[in-house]
């Protein structure tokens, strides 16, 4: 089936892409991205309240990723993040690099400011992350083997869960545990990390039952990427993620949650919704709730012209959040980021004509986008939890 322009404009971004048509060009092309556009599209929001506030009023929490450096030392950021969050997750400060100086010492300064920061407005906090194998500290790979990676495993996760115990509402206890990215070779498709080197697939059990027994109220989650599209290695990542909660659950393992990061691209057409539905039910099925733990929307192949861009970027949010939070299990939204002067796509995933990326729901001067609209009317539109 070939839909003309005309047709796709007619039928609204979500049927094309739940179908998965290229508008009679290549899929990434630049003609075909014009297509995705709809400037009929409703971004209209009533009301004055706040992204946490709308979040509130359905029972759901909303947040985002702030870090050390940007929330100390703007304080226009800093007040308008307390405006905006419900929630607070360390982008980085929670990571090893950042806690572990040495193999004998912990350092919690950053980390702490950005817990009393939230605490201080009335923010929940996140921990993120106890289990990963990037931003490992310089000393890891001289010093991890196999006699002592268990010990230095448990002692981590013992003491860094044990410091924050009472304080966090969820820790992001393992990340990235599968290789969303690439094939491995292993039909479970886990990623080949030094712990699942030195102490086998059960790691990831372990790590749970290391953080249960620390901190008995801290939601547990599991946290990974690559889970949103109808393309063939998402569809490999949801199947090996189910498969391991299924395992995880039938081992007992303490584990209350699936965190999705959601890392979406504005220039993928492979949005599924029933799929989508149909893997969110599947994880609720086994008890588990679900976290949209890292939402944003990358604009590096979208058309240069900023109006444009901001509506592909707002309807993306609004695809996918109609969808996610439809579903019951989903408690809370968290953007990586609030504003596109802070974003970790700015590195990550610049634009080749090297404008400015915009995937967040404030631009760099920290006014609303239609981003905002979009998440905004999501959470209006969600059903009361
Ligand atoms: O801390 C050093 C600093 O000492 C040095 O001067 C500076 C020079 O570039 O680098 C600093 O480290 C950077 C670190 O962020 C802290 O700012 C690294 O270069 C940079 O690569 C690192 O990027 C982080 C990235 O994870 C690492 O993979 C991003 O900020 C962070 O947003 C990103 O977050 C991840 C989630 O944890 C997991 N899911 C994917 C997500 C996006 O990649």
Redesign the pocket.
Known sequence: MTLTRRHTLKLGLGTVASIGVSAGCSPHGKQHLQALDNPNQDFTVTGKGSLKQRAAAKGLLYGA?G?Y?TLSEDAQFAALFAQECGILVP??EM?W??LRPTPDTFDFTQADWLAKFARSHNMLLRG??LV?H??LPDWFNEVVNQQNAEQIFVKHIETVVKHYAGQMHSWDVV??GIAGAYNTGRSDRLYDTPWLRFLGKDYIDLAFRVAAAADSKAMLVY?D?ALDYDIPRHNDSKAAVLKLLEYLKAKGTPIHALGI?A?LNGSETQFNPNQLRQFLRDVASMGLKILIT?LDVEDKNLPAAISIRDRRVASVYKDYLSVVLDEPAVIAVLT??LSDRY??LS??NPRPDKLPVRPLPFDANFNRKLAWNAIAQAFDHAPKR
């Open positions: 990723a870090n450096p982008e980085n990571k690099s950042f993120h992350t990963w990037q931003q990340n990235e946290n990427f990061q890392h890292e990586w980021g974003t970790w590195q990550f």
